[in-house]
């Protein structure tokens, strides 16, 4: 293996594809410099490094699976290693295998003719010559005169069977075992068929006879005392010759064969095969070259077939179809459609290279400068659109012919290949100008499309024939003209460093492109009316046409611009946390008080029922929670004290009886605490029957104006809504009541309500008020009750934290993040006409206000809405506020004229 030489490999990509290009444009061939397998690109300069490190193509050809080892490294899964081995091995054969002789083994390829020209099968290209490696001659008959190679023929599978099947193979069966009186004879008959050589059938074989059946072996009577021995066969026997047996025989027929063939006529070969290897083909030009001949031809027939094909190659394979590849296609292309003119006007024009600048004869158009004066030429001409069906024809032609222009043009190098020539300039001149008729508005559209693929490379002045052309489609209803006469005239000039003016726009095109403004389901028409505008109100001249004729139309617009701002956003809420979540432990809960009621049934049973239905009212199990033994023993004992209660030993065991969690502990320490573990009082009274009850809240001490002393609530229970607010009235407010028992609604006096959590301060002078107010704190049933028990308890549903909800939204933004599209624009559009009146306002100043103010000031709100929601143009929004805000700043002269540069 020869060793590898790096210094000899071009080390940088770009100068290692230019150098191969070189080198194949000197060898005739083509060359991929984008190379992709299966859709994928592939480096030629790393594959090329890859094969030429393993020894180059002739090695890796010659060893087993070395081209597959190449798969990998180019990102292919190794599902499809063996579909993409032969695929970049071609690749690598067409682009680089004669690269790789010439350039890095310093020795000369072989021709192309068996190289690029062959498929990549085989290798030893560094030993191909034309003499080994030349076509296969072919013999009298038509066939290759190469020996085949003989193999072996395979025998041919048969279909399975069952073991023990004997029906189409009986050799194969297992034979019978014979009876113990049987003697076993086998089958001498061959199992093979032996071939015939006469076509007399074989004569049958006599089967053996037997005296007696006893005889016979395959009789059921068979005596083997009487077995008989089968006489013996004679066989026929024929001698075969061999030139082992017979060689003049052999010898003589061998000689009689050569004769024959010496005496039979041999065809004389074509001419052709003996230039074979010199032209691999004789297939003709291909498409591309047979339509660009056809077109320059002339020939009707060969240019109908041309462009026919044109307009599909142009549209499928417009990345392709270039220009600059194929020599005089677009002077072709544009002898073409230039036939509009006389088909339309009746006068051929002639294109001329020789004229000088500046000047060009009647009827004849300046294919080196431009024709001057050439609007005015063609408004000299008389058009005629009553076409004949001949003239359709040609017409349909010559449409066909600017679709493939249109169509090419699409491609940047195509638009910037065309864009010098100056008669392409004039026949878009020529073409935007011709009569608004049904027949010539396809080929009209396809002009104004040229343009707006071209004019980004041309400077032009508001004078231009062209530009002139292109401004009274401003006016146009037809959507698309429209729309690609104001891209072809904002892209005027934006590929050179020269700016183009947009000057010389009548004024009742302008008032109809802002009155575009209001549509709102075209944004790409809107978006071209803004880009048009944005260059419009840059300028001062036509700010000040603008104020000067109708000062009204900029203040419409600036309130149609402020409300685009935020068109079509995306919106994001956030949430500003205004309030964090109440961090407040639960308090510490007390043994209920019982009602009298409650007290009354729990004294109609006997101990120890007593105190485990007393336990079952006030305490709940709770395996976290503990009591002391003597707190749970003090209030049974509070309660019960004089109607004979349990003793407290047995009370403690009464209550590890009736909780099955309950377990009396004693606490080590220096005073030892005895504790009841798993149980808890309840934060809400039950009855017997496990009832809730409801509970007063109102506040027993309480000192007026001062919130921070501590405040207590009475802790009476009872078993319904009204018998709370019987309580409170009576009891905490002592309203009178009267003989019914109802209390006096009249009477009047200073009443306060302090149920926990009431924000009134100012007292009621009346019962009934009072009444009335308080009945709306005592809730409507027991779930409430309970809500309001474990919300004040610090037990309720956790409330989550308090939050600002603010909405913000976000426009358009490319590739890099930097804002786009019709949001955008409305912002660039109000940053000119701001600094126009930063500039100029003082010219168009009133007595009672100023240009700033008549513009900006009725959207001062919508702005500063704007700049807070929008996060995407804010920082715009905000250099527009502050013009706002500078107002009227007159300047020197010299400062002027450099914001106008800028």
């Not at 024009?349 to 431009?370: C, F, I, K, M, P």
């Not at 809730?779 to 308090?802: C, N, S």
């Amino acid at each position: 293996m020869d060793g590898f030489e790096e210094n000899k490999i071009i080390q940088d990509e770009e100068e290692f594809l230019d150098d191969v290009a070189a080198y194949h444009e000197q060898r005739g061939t083509n060359f991929e410099r984008d190379a992709k397998v299966a859709g994928r690109p592939v480096p030629l300069h790393k594959l090329y490094k890859l094969v030429v490190e393993r020894g180059g193509y002739d090695r890796l050809s010659d060893e087993r699976m070395a081209w597959r080892s190449l798969v990998k490294p180019f990102g292919f899964s190794h599902q499809h290693e063996g579909a993409m081995t032969f695929q970049i091995k071609s690749l690598y054969y067409r682009n680089l295998a004669a690269y790789e002789i010439a350039k890095y083994w310093g020795e000369t390829p072989p021709p192309k003719e068996i190289l690029e020209d062959m498929t990549a099968k085989g290798g030893n290209l560094r030993t191909r010559t034309l003499e080994n490696y030349g076509p296969r001659t072919v013999a009298a008959d038509g066939t290759d005169s190469v020996d085949e190679e003989q193999t072996t023929p395979k025998v041919e599978k048969t279909e399975p069977e069952d073991p023990g099947s004997v029906g189409r193979y009986p050799s194969r069966a297992l034979r019978q075992d014979p009876k113990r009186t049987q003697l076993f004879q086998p089958d001498t008959s061959s199992t093979r068929a032996k071939p015939t050589y006469s076509p007399q059938p074989m004569a049958q074989v006599p089967q053996a006879t037997y005296s007696n059946a006893a005889a016979d072996p395959r009789n059921a009577s068979f005596n083997i005392q009487n077995y008989e021995p089968r006489q013996p066969m004679h066989l026929t026997l024929r001698a075969v010759e061999t030139p082992g047996s017979n060689a003049a025989l052999f010898y003589h027929n061998k000689a009689q064969q050569r004769a024959k063939a010496s005496r039979a006529s041999r065809e004389a070969p074509e001419q052709q095969q003996y230039y074979r290897h010199a032209i691999p083909t004789m297939a003709g030009p291909n498409i591309y070259q047979r339509c660009l001949y056809g077109l320059r031809s002339g020939i009707p027939e060969e240019q109908h077939f041309a462009l026919h094909h044109l307009v599909k190659v142009s549209y499928e394979r417009g990345d392709k179809y270039k220009f600059d590849g194929f020599s005089l296609l677009a002077e072709s292309l544009l002898d073409k459609v230039l036939e509009i003119l006389p088909l339309v006007y009746g006068v051929t024009w002639r294109v001329s290279y020789d004229e000088q600048e500046g000047q060009a004869a009647e009827n004849t158009l300046n294919a080196a400068y431009g024709t001057p004066d050439l609007l005015s030429r063609l408004k000299r001409l008389t058009a005629s659109t009553d076409f004949s069906v001949p003239q359709l024809d040609t017409l349909e032609k010559i449409i066909e012919a600017a679709l493939v222009i249109r169509n090419m043009l699409t491609l940047e190098e195509n638009a910037r290949f065309l864009a010098p020539f100056r008669v392409f300039r004039d026949f878009l001149t020529i073409a935007v100008t011709l009569p608004d008729v049904p027949q010539l508005a396809e080929f009209r559209r396809y002009a104004l499309e040229m343009a707006s693929w071209t004019t980004r490379y041309w400077e032009m002045s508001e004078r231009d024939d062209l530009y002139v052309s292109l401004l009274k489609y401003l006016e146009s209803s037809d959507r698309t003209l429209l729309l690609f006469a104001l891209q072809a005239i904002i892209r005027i000039g934006i590929e050179l460093e020269s700016t183009f003016r947009v000057l010389g726009v009548p004024q009742h095109s302008v008032e109809r492109l802002i009155s575009l403004l209001l549509v709102e389901v075209d944004d790409e028409l809107l978006e071209s009316v803004m880009d048009f505008i944005y260059e419009f109100t840059a300028i001062y001249e036509n700010n000040h046409q603008v104020l000067g004729t109708q000062p009204e139309l900029y203040s419409n617009l600036i309130s149609r611009l402020v409300i685009l701002l935020n068109h079509n956003p995306t919106t994001s809420e956030e949430q500003i946390l205004s309030r964090p979540k109440a961090q407040k432990a639960p308090s510490q809960a007390s043994i209920p008080v019982l009602p009298q009621e409650l007290l009354n049934s729990l004294l109609q049973l006997r101990e120890p029922q007593r105190s485990s239905a007393w336990l079952n009212c006030c305490f709940e199990e709770s395996r976290e929670d503990d009591i002391t033994q003597i707190a749970i023993w003090q209030a049974y004992q509070s309660r019960f004290a004089q109607y004979n209660p349990i003793p407290a030993a047995e009370f403690i065991k009464n209550v590890s009886n009736t909780f099955t969690t309950a377990q009396a502990q004693v606490i080590s320490g220096p005073q030892p605490r005895f504790i009841i573990k798993g149980i808890r009082p309840r934060r809400i009274l039950v009855d017997l029957k496990n009832q809730h009850y409801f509970r007063c809240y109102w506040e027993t001490e309480r000192v007026e104006g001062n919130e921070s002393t501590q405040r207590h609530t009475c802790n009476v229970w009872a078993s319904s809504r009204k018998a709370v607010w019987t309580h409170i009235l009576q009891d905490h407010l002592s309203l009178p009541v009267n003989s019914d028992g109802a209390f006096e609604s009249a009477s009047e006096g200073e009443y306060r309500c302090r149920w926990h959590g009431c924000l009134r301060t100012a007292p009621f002078s009346k019962a009934t008020d009072i009444g009335i107010h308080v009945r709306s704190h005592i809730p409507e049933d027991t779930k409430a009750m309970d809500k309001l028990i474990y919300d004040l308890a610090g037990m309720g549903v956790e409330k989550e934290p308090e939050v600002t909800k603010h909405t913000s939204y976000y426009t358009s933004i490319d590739e890099q993040g930097q804002p786009m599209g019709i949001a955008f624009m409305s912002v660039m559009i109000l940053r000119n006409l701001a600094r126009f009146a930063n500039k100029h306002g003082h010219e168009y100043q009133r007595k009672d206000s100023k240009l700033m103010d008549r513009l900006f000031a009725g959207d001062s709100h919508n702005l500063w809405h704007a700049f807070t929601m929008n996060r995407t143009l804010r920082p715009w929004v905000g250099q527009l506020l502050a013009m706002i805000a500078k107002g009227d700043d007159p300047r020197s002269k010299k400062r002027e004229r450099e914001d106008d540069d800028e």
